[in-house]
């Protein structure tokens, strides 16, 4: 029987790999094994208290109806004077626009922008669904690396570079705090960039979604830097910092053109968000601050106890991330020894390494080549399960006739 044919785009598709490792995790637990699920980036907490209440109190007043594209009117006030007050952002309502979390301004903004051929700057490693969005678009990734060494901070001379020197050049793909690696660009980064950006054809989006997990100093947004509205779209979400990642709840600043562009995007394919769950951000903005940065503080102590564990096994460097709560050792040697991939080292440890338990963790080139020689770990259990987590991660990687019964039988992971 024949069928239509698909197209390249659809055929060359690829996703979110931590959803797919979270798959086999899930099928893992349900047949009885022990997994530490240190693999997806989500918040082990509950939602903040104002916004469950609030979420429910909408429900039951009836708001489970149509929304405007752009968002409730209410809601986008609140998130202005948000970010105007946290970040110094020059917001206004009409510089705000709502969606089902922030991964979809990933493709609003390639839409926005780009058209075939245009160049993209991204730094690797990165964000696994950038990719897919640019070529959704036929735009063309330029790639450059982020550094270990220079604490994963993005290469100002490779933004001049790139505006000054590629054919092309259209867009920047920013995210700070950087997942998967923890690194934070500076205020003083931000403001070259801006510097570089300001004027030209460029445009950048600037994903913040760990807006409120920077350990050292506070967040700083490229959009406070002056006359920036017009060139980036920045996305933000309730997910991290209100543990609503369920809830999809997400917003982009932007000049007031570009919003509304945005909003007729919304309309002609997500149609809204939920009104009921933007009155729950709403309520989380105004009244869950104190919760939040509490669990903020707990964040940051799952981090560092990580990091503490993980500096305890051989082989291994890591930093302590500026912020996030991702940990992204570099485990190069231990994959040279054993002959083993970096990501195929995680799969191993969910899947090879004992029969009755597992950690679920990433390897590094889920997000790039750059990611070669690295894991991600996130912090998302209880802080004994992480130091349970960093122990068998140390006792399996002695196991070499399991690594090898492992590659037997998975010998696409062989280094």
């Not at 208290?49 to 009836?62: E, L, N, R, T, V």
């Not at 989380?284 to 104190?290: P, Q």
């Not at 500096?311 to 083993?340: A, N, S, W």
Request: charged residues 20%; contains cysteine; neutral net charge.
């Amino acid at each position: 029987m024949s069928s239509p044919t698909l197209s390249a785009f659809a055929r060359g598709l690829t996703a979110e790999t931590a959803f797919d490792v979270l798959a086999v995790a899930k099928k893992l637990q349900a047949a009885g094994k022990d997994v530490i699920s240190l693999q997806i980036g989500d918040s082990p907490f509950p939602t903040t208290a104002s916004a469950i209440k609030a979420g429910k109190a909408a429900i039951d007043a009836g708001n489970t109806r149509y929304a405007p594209s752009l968002g409730v009117p209410e809601f986008r006030a609140t998130i202005a004077a948000t970010v105007k007050s946290e970040f110094g952002i020059p917001a206004a309502a009409e510089n705000v626009v709502v969606a089902p979390g922030a991964k979809p301004f990933e493709q609003f903004f390639c839409e926005l922008f780009l058209e075939p051929g245009d160049a993209v700057l991204v730094f690797q490693p990165a964000f696994p669904t950038y990719e897919p969005n640019i070529l959704r678009r036929g735009a063309v990734p330029v790639y450059r690396p982020l550094r270990q060494e220079q604490d994963f901070r993005p290469d100002v001379a490779e933004v001049e570079k790139f505006v000054k020197s590629t054919p092309r050049a259209k867009a920047i793909f920013l995210n700070s705090p950087h997942n998967p690696t923890g690194g934070v660009a500076t205020k003083e980064d931000l403001k070259a960039i801006a510097d570089i950006v300001r004027g030209t054809n460029i445009a950048i989006l600037s994903d913040e979604p760990y807006c409120h997990m920077v350990w050292e100093g506070k967040h700083h947004s490229i959009l406070a830097e002056p006359d920036m509205l017009n060139h980036v779209v920045s996305a933000f979400t309730f997910s991290k910092s209100y543990s609503m990642s369920g809830w999809r709840c997400g917003y982009a600043i932007a000049s007031v053109p570009h919003v509304d562009l945005i909003g007729k995007m919304i309309n002609t394919s997500l149609s809204c968000a939920p009104p009921f769950v933007q009155l729950a951000g709403k309520a989380a903005l105004e009244h869950d601050a104190a919760e939040r940065d509490k669990t903020m503080q707990n964040f940051h102590g799952k981090v560092k106890l990580l990091v503490d564990e993980l500096r305890k096994v051989p082989d291994v460097t890591v930093l302590m991330p500026k912020g996030t709560f991702y940990v992204f050792p570099k485990v190069e040697p231990i994959c040279k020894r054993l002959g083993i991939t970096s990501h195929g080292l995680a799969m191993y440890l969910l899947e090879g390494a004992d029969d009755q338990r597992g950690v679920g963790c990433l390897g590094g080139e889920c997000f790039g080549a750059a990611g070669q020689g690295f894991l991600r770990f996130s912090c998302a259990e209880p802080d004994e399960r992480l130091v349970q987590a960093v122990a068998f991660f140390a006792d399996a990687v002695t196991r070499t006739d399991r690594v090898r019964a492992y590659l037997e039988t998975h010998p696409k992971y062989r280094m």
